[in-house]
């Protein structure tokens, strides 16, 4: 045998930056670090789960998703994001996490570029990485936001997709109605794909959410009700695209998916046909605790603007330290956060705290991170 006994392209990734922040935090550190919703499944969810088990929906369902749901996610789809779509060009996954791996391998061939914000979400590198593609990486704007002349100065001649993620992780920049036109317009004229990632969408606390799908046939939308509905633990995503795209994304997760959890689709009916009113609410608050903490954490002397959407917050690191011992000492002194290197190496100089928390909790990691500054 010569070479390695692993394939190449898993050696080449890394686990994520995230997880690995959790190894030298102690037993009652405060997690600012993973990005989940800290409130409840809504209750009417629940409910629908705990039929499904109890009138025996516990077999395969058809692999794009259940009918109910896929018809619900199309009305969704066409009431919120002013996108028109059938339920043949809608199919349910495990998760986002799902989601995108489908977009990225019924897109990428070896050698294949992606273009992809720097910082931006872990797994992009990755999913690219894994399909033998190459990441494009592409600097932010002052206010963390992408700008789409950027994006054309990074087109080359194999360029097959560009990602993007708004409300952004880490960063919580939101893009403007312009900016996704603009973004929509550009895989038009040179005929690549816009990844769009909206899984924050309904956490925007300045501005709207706009769907460049609404612009373009070129757009693989990708969604899930991880967060919207407090479901990160449930698994159910979904991507949404012209049938051209579904018709190649479903060969790959009927072998590496098969279909949803059947229990989780029926929750998921719930979810998008039931009351917004948990969401608004889930809403409410994280923008008072945005709001609290933004004030906080400039007062003790990292300077961070107040992020328009999502969950995070993207403060910048005092003169002296890089990210990663910004983020140990933080970590060591019982509050996790993630350094801004996690996302990409233009992350430098950033931390990113998540504050899905109590607010009690984060006024104590408010009183903890000052005594480490």
């Not at 019924?106 to 872990?122: M, W, Y």
């Not at 009351?275 to 608050?285: A, G, K, L, T, Y």
């Amino acid at each position: 045998m010569t070479g390695s006994k692993f394939s190449q392209r898993v050696l080449d990734i890394d686990i994520s930056g995230i997880r690995k922040m959790f190894e030298g935090a102690g037993p009652n550190s405060i997690n600012l670090g993973l990005g989940q919703p800290d409130f409840d499944t809504p209750l009417h969810i629940k409910k629908a789960a705990i039929d499904a088990i109890n009138e025996g929906f516990t077999g395969y369902t058809p692999g794009p998703g259940i009918y109910e749901l896929r018809s619900a996610l199309c009305s969704k789809f066409k009431h919120e994001n002013n996108i028109e779509l059938s339920p043949e060009e809608t199919i349910v996954t495990s998760g986002a996490s799902e989601a995108l791996q489908l977009a990225v391998a019924s897109l990428v061939d070896p050698g294949d570029e992606v273009l992809v914000a720097n910082p931006g979400f872990v797994s992009y590198n990755s999913l690219v990485g894994l399909m033998g593609g190459r990441v494009m990486h592409i600097p932010l704007s002052e206010d963390l936001t992408i700008n789409p002349e950027t994006i054309v100065d990074n087109i080359g001649p194999r360029t097959k997709a560009i990602v993007i993620n708004s409300p952004a992780n880490p960063t919580g920049a939101v893009q403007s109605k312009k900016e996704m036109r603009a973004f929509a317009q550009i895989a038009d004229d040179y005929d690549i794909t816009l990844i769009s990632d909206e899984v924050y969408e309904h956490f925007i606390y300045e501005g709207e959410h706009v769907s460049p799908a609404q612009f373009s046939d070129n757009v693989i939308t990708v969604n899930a009700v991880s967060k919207t509905f407090s479901m990160t633990g449930w698994r159910l995503g979904y991507v949404a695209a012209r049938a051209e795209y579904t018709e190649q994304m479903i060969k790959v997760h009927q072998y590496v998916q098969a279909c949803a959890n059947s229990i989780a689709q029926k929750a998921a009916l719930a979810a998008v046909t039931g009351p917004m009113d948990p969401v608004i609410s889930m809403r409410d608050e994280f923008k008072a605790r945005r709001d609290m903490l933004v004030k906080g954490l400039n007062s003790i002397g990292l300077r961070c603007p107040s992020p328009k959407g999502a969950f995070y917050a993207f403060p910048e690191v005092p003169d002296g330290l890089t990210s990663e011992e910004l983020a140990s000492k933080m970590i060591s002194n019982g509050v996790i956060v993630v350094p801004g290197t996690a996302f990409g190496e233009l992350g430098e100089g950033h931390i990113r705290l998540s504050y899905a928390s109590s607010m009690d909790n984060l006024k104590r990691a408010l009183d903890l991170m000052e005594n480490v500054l």
